[in-house]
């Protein structure tokens, strides 16, 4: 038997002020979307910006849906979004911010687990990371160079 120890390299910014100024932009972007969201089942608001290469921001924000599982997330929304309308252009960063019209969202709110796995798929299909940067309402922002410091041991296609 071999022990395994992983590790992941995150970096955590006091907030959002001292990250860099494009990074700021870009989180500004994720805020707008995220106000916009539609979720008025669980109150809970995310919005998502992606920089793409070519310069273009694609954002997406959570949908919720009376039938609950029909809704989608905002990173989902987004990363589809891009994966649809720039299909050639490589995504290179995306922004992620939280707020709770119940109570002030203070950590760092993370893609769920299957957000992860369909950023994944992109990362996989151009062949380079997206860095990720997630926060609350307000608070600390994380960021995260690649989605496997996110999903270790990923499946991807190269399983199948
Ligand atoms: N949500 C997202 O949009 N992204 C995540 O990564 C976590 C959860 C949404 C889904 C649902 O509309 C609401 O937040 C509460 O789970």
């Known amino acids: 038997m071999k022990k395994h120890i992983l590790e992941i390299a995150l970096e955590v910014y006091d907030s959002v002020s001292e990250l860099p100024e494009e990074i700021q932009q870009l989180m500004e972007k994720a805020q707008q979307s995220r106000d916009e969201a539609y979720a008025p089942y669980s109150r809970f608001k995310v919005g ?48 992620l911010t939280a707020k709770s ?13 299957a ?4 950023i994944a798929e992109y990362e996989k299909k151009q062949k380079s990371p997206i860095a990720i940067y997630f926060m609350g309402e307000t608070g600390k922002v994380v960021k995260a160079s690649s989605i496997s410091d996110l999903l270790p041991l990923l499946f991807d296609s190269s399983f199948l």
Not at 115 to 118: A, L
Request: charged letters at 15%; proline letters at 8%; one cysteine or more.
């Open 48 to 95: 998502a910006a992606i920089q793409m290469e070519n310069g273009h921001i694609v954002t997406g924000n959570n949908q919720e849906n009376a039938a609950f599982p029909s809704g989608l997330c905002a990173e989902r929304v987004a990363i589809f979004h891009a994966g649809a309308t720039y299909p050639d252009v490589r995504m290179d960063v995306m922004a």
């Open 101 to 113: 019209l119940n109570q002030e969202v203070n950590t760092p709110t993370p893609p769920c687990g």
């Open 115 to 118: 957000c992860r796995q369909s």
